[in-house]
């Protein structure tokens, strides 16, 4: 399975940007797919995940209210809308799919595939 993340950029505090992920193979439909982020220095850490039928998701606190996991199974695609963004949010933001199908998951090694990153440069 390979996974292509795009979307990053560079935006100013309280501007949006929608990342997408897409998978190689319809056989990722089958697992959860999540979002991860790594700030300069920092461990990479979970982000938002979605079940492998889209309909349950999970947040971590930090962008809860601000960010949406969503997918488009026909599209082999998740992405990850994310509102009012802050400098914080400012990291290389990394899909992965899960060795699950629950979005309940959220240490790096429960998920096996991952895409190259994608650059967010948020500014105040």
């Known amino acids: 399975v390979q996974l292509q993340a795009s979307g990053g950029g560079s935006v100013q505090a309280g501007d949006s940007l929608r990342l997408s992920c897409v998978a190689s193979?319809?056989?990722?439909?089958?697992?959860?797919t999540g979002w991860f982020r790594q700030a300069p220095g920092k461990e990479r850490v979970f982000v938002a995940a979605t079940q492998s039928d889209g309909r349950t998701t999970s947040y971590a606190e930090s962008v809860k209210g601000r960010f949406t996991i969503s997918r488009d199974s026909a599209q082999n695609t998740v992405y990850l809308q994310m509102n009012n963004l802050i400098p914080e949010d400012t990291a290389i933001y990394y899909c992965?799919?899960?060795?699950?199908?629950?979005?309940?998951?959220?240490?790096?090694?429960?998920?096996?595939?991952w895409g190259q990153g994608t650059q967010v440069t948020v500014s105040s």
């Open positions: 992965a799919r899960s060795k699950y199908s629950s979005p309940y998951h959220y240490r790096t090694y429960e998920y096996e595939y």
């Open positions: 193979t319809s056989t990722y439909r089958r697992y959860a």
